[in-house]
């Protein structure tokens, strides 16, 4: 698939066939995670891949309706250290969605579906995934292959219309 294609393919899956992703293909969605950049290359985020389905199905509990998580072959979660202010912080989310979006993406030119999921439970998330006490997880990647339909590029995405969102000069 092309990089457009694969952008435009991408879409959030919540329902996985029951196969495993092949180790290579895993291997790049991870390596497109931490290709991605991150302010003043710090590089503090890190991955947890799960592939366990009890560990998932206990993932599954991190917060309300991310059940889905449970049937995925696979969820990445991303690890990193909690910023002492707000403008760490916020490059600290800036490096996450950095992160999150170029394995989406990366799992779309594989034909592995994606689903993203916020973290309520950081206690059971450190519990299940034995990252640090100085770390934290907000974001976790569901993988797998979708069980409706693969992807393919959306000729007609459900957003505003780019002309009302795009502004030229000035607003």
Not at 50 to 68: F, K, M, N, W
Not at 82 to 98: H, K, L, S, T
Request: proline share 6%; net charge neutral; glycine share 8%.
């Amino acid at each position: 698939m092309q990089t457009w294609d694969a952008v435009r393919a991408r879409r959030n899956v919540r329902s996985f066939e029951d196969r495993p992703l092949p180790d290579a293909d895993l291997q790049r969605v991870l390596e497109a995670g931490w290709r991605a950049p991150s302010a003043s290359n710090n590089q503090q985020r890190e991955f947890v891949v799960v592939t366990d389905r009890a560990t998932l199905a206990e993932l599954s509990r991190i917060r309300q309706g991310v059940a889905y998580i449970a049937g995925a072959a696979a969820v990445v979660a991303l690890v990193y250290p909690p910023a002492g202010d707000e403008r760490g912080a916020a490059f600290g989310a800036f490096d996450q969605g950095q992160a999150t979006m170029a394995m989406m993406v990366t799992a779309a030119d594989l034909g592995i579906g994606s689903g993203h999921a916020a973290v309520d439970d950081d206690d059971l998330a450190r519990r299940l995934l034995g990252y640090p006490e100085d770390r934290r997880c907000d974001i976790l990647i569901a993988l797998g292959y979708p069980a409706d339909r693969p992807l393919a590029p959306v000729q007609h995405p459900k957003r505003r219309p780019l002309d009302e969102v795009v502004h030229r000069g000035r607003w």
